[in-house]
Nanobody, 111 residues
Framework: QVQVVESGGGVVQSGGSLKLTCTASTRIFTAIAWWRQAPGKEREFVAQWNNDDTIDYSNSVQGRFTISRDNLKTMMYLQMTNLKPEDTAVYYC???????WGQGTQVTVSS
């Protein structure tokens, strides 16, 4: 059974940076994605590394966040820079092919 675990969340001041990591229990050769859910809001798309190696970002994080993955395809990352209070959310690793979600990692940005 494939599993993913997120790590790297924390509390950071506005304008700061954090790097999230998603560790998979097996090699992932399909699309990988990051989503987030803020308190009282629906889960929303953040970024996706597609099967053809193209990358999509939501408008709200374009230019500030970078998704990447390691060559072994067991690790996925989300580098977040110039963080804003509205980025505060639980961030989830998502593997669409397996309809798989991690347990999430909390990111809190203070103003």
């Amino acid at each position: 059974q494939v599993q993913v675990v997120e790590s790297g969340g924390g509390v950071v001041q506005s304008g700061g940076s954090l790097k999230l990591t998603c560790t998979a229990s097996t090699r992932i050769f399909t699309a990988i994605a990051w989503w987030r859910q803020a308190p009282g809001k629906e889960r929303e798309f953040v970024a996706q590394w597609n099967n053809d190696d193209t990358i999509d970002y939501s408008n709200s994080v374009q230019g500030r966040f970078t998704i990447s993955r390691d060559n072994l395809k067991t690790m996925m990352y989300l580098q977040m820079t110039n963080l804003k209070p509205e980025d505060t959310a639980v961030y989830y690793c998502h593997i669409p092919f397996y309809t798989l979600w991690g347990q999430g990692t909390q990111v809190t940005v203070s103003s």
